[in-house]
């Protein structure tokens, strides 16, 4: 035997087609073959209050209503309220030409002694009612750009959409936060988008930094109210913390998102954030969510005192919530809106750690 006896054969090899095998004989395979069925009966639909697999955190979260401005009419009582305004001023610079012409008929210089103090708080007027002015201009702004990104998004051409970036850019130069944003966005700006993908690109460029800053602001007011009002001995100063942080946190998220509202701006915004809330009954919402969070056996490790400051803490989300609805310049579309669930843990958590 030589060893070309065990070499391969030369040539081309002959090729077998694929083929298909079946692993089980074919009346098995009958067997467990079976027709499409419907069933319509041995199953009942149930209400998501009485789901098991919907948390109370993630019921809340759903059914919590998006805060909206208020819408301003006329009324006859703003009209009575500047009417008596103007009398008022008429009243006073009557007084004020009197009292500037007596004193010039004393002595001259009493007469501009009065006259230069009168113009440093005419002055000093002015600049704060201009401020008030572009506050309450800058909050306008906000909601017509809200606005404005609801009718650019049912249209798919990219000019409205465009523009609008660009407001939004303007809007939030001085933050920080969005300049990574503004530089991805202007790399963008000779590149053919769609109207509603870019706008969504923009929201989450842009704001996503500034959102979680914002619930970072949230969940910071709601750890302290629960706290103070969990160790304050008196209702009145509950009361008194709670107005105050509420206050700062409306404030801080609508300068966060480019607001900056005076004073005027401000108590507007605390006047919608609360006419949402009464509206919504979120406040009765949050009382019975956290009877159902904490009756499942903690509300019998944690003192009275403890609870309400969960509860306290819970209610100052849901107003940073409304605020943060109101002051953001873009709807919620790319990114989550969040809910009371996401601060609910860390509030409890937070009363539950030793003091």
Known sequence: MTSNDHAPPSGPQPTRRPGSFSLEEPERMAE???????????????????????????????????????????????????AFTAFLSLAFWLWADQVVRDLFARADWLGYTAVMVLGIAVAALSIVVGREVYGILRLGAVQTLKADAEAATATPGPKAARALVDRLTKLLAHRPEAARGRAALAATKDEI??????????????????DQKARALILAA?????????????????????LFEVTRLVRAMADLYGGRPGTIGLLRLLRDVIAHLAVTGSIAVGDSLAQQVLGHGLAAKLSARLGEGVINGMLTARIGIAAMDLCRPLPFRSLKRPGIGDFLSDIARNDRSPT
Do not use: C, N, W
């Open 32 to 82: 467990v073959r079976r027709r499409p069925q419907s069933f319509d009966e041995g199953f009942t639909v149930v209400a998501d209050e009485e789901d098991p697999f919907i948390t109370p955190e993630e019921m809340a979260a759903a059914d919590a209503a998006i805060a909206q401005p208020r819408k301003r009419h006329f009324s006859f009582g703003k009209l009575a309220l500047g």
């Open 193 to 210: 988008i769609d109207g509603p993908q870019l706008i969504e690109l923009a929201e989450r460029e842009l704001l996503a930094p500034l």
């Open 222 to 242: 709601s750890r302290r109210v629960s706290v103070v009002t969990a160790v304050s001995p008196r209702a009145v100063v509950d009361l008194a913390y709670v």
